[in-house]
């Protein structure tokens, strides 16, 4: 899931194979597709050349890909308008989560009780701010690339825009898979609370105190034979009365 939200976002500058698929749109006349952070150009008997888009000046890019500075300025105008906050902060929001969740769940003793109940609060809380990130940057994607084929009509001098099908479809996949994610942590943080209101250890305290047991057995075990002893000394003096009392 976290190397899916990276393709996402790095998409078709990346070398690995079959990413360089994962773009916003693309621009056929001009041979030219554009992700979250870069653009790529195809030039006629050259290799397929992609470069970075943030920071860069208009002019230095169309020089790297060898375009007009209209096209890229086109491009770029484009870009703008799909954030790559909201799937950034989706992945941001999944990593402090799972961190979140794990601190909730080894958290044992009867001092952390407040702090987990925090733990608790706190991993919901950040684990669905993620659904909803990877919901709006899914649901942007759609409604910007659709935006852009109208805004952009088809009768254009070679500005025709066509959405990138497959980062649209992984966007989707991204977003169901995070619910899925997050539902099953919601699910094993409802059965903790659930757990400790009916004063049943979790796993995690369960074997924490397992090496407590060696003593505790031992310690049992010492107390039962000085019960045994007492009750020995006890029925011995019992016997000496009965024995006097028969004389």
């Known amino acids: 899931m976290a190397s899916w939200l990276v393709f996402s976002m790095v998409g078709c500058i ?7 698929q994962l773009f916003i749109a693309e621009i056929p006349n001009s041979n030219v597709q554009f992700g979250y952070v870069g653009i790529c150009s195809t030039i006629a008997d050259h290799d397929r050349v992609c470069k970075p888009a943030l920071g860069i000046a208009p002019a230095d890019l169309a020089k790297k890909l060898s375009l007009p500075v209209d096209v890229i300025q086109h491009v770029l105008s484009l870009q703008g308008s799909v954030s790559l906050a909201l799937p950034a902060l989706s992945g941001i929001l999944i990593l402090l989560g799972y961190i979140a969740f794990n601190v909730a769940w080894y958290s044992t003793g009867e001092k952390s009780v407040k702090s987990r109940r925090r733990w608790i609060a ?26 852009m084929e109208v805004i952009v009509p088809k ?8 959405r990138g099908q497959t980062l649209q479809i992984l966007q989707w996949v991204v977003f169901s898979f995070v619910a ?3 539902s099953t ?18 796993e995690s305290e369960v074997r924490g105190g397992d090496a407590k047991k060696p003593k505790e057995e031992k310690k049992a075990k010492k ?11 006890r029925e011995n003096e019992q016997q000496k009365e009965n024995a006097a009392v028969d004389i």
């Open 180 to 182: 899925l994610y997050v």
């Open 155 to 162: 009768s254009s001098a070679g500005l025709a825009v066509t």
């Open 185 to 202: 942590i919601h699910y094993m943080l409802h059965k903790i609370v659930k757990q400790a209101r009916e004063g049943i250890l979790p």
């Open 14 to 20: 990346s070398e690995a194979p079959g990413i360089y």
């Open 223 to 233: 107390e039962r034979e000085e019960e045994k002893n007492k009750d020995g000394d």
């Open 122 to 147: 706190t991993t919901r809380i950040v684990l669905w701010s993620a659904v909803g990130s990877a919901f709006a940057a899914a649901y942007l994607l759609t409604f910007s690339t659709s935006a």
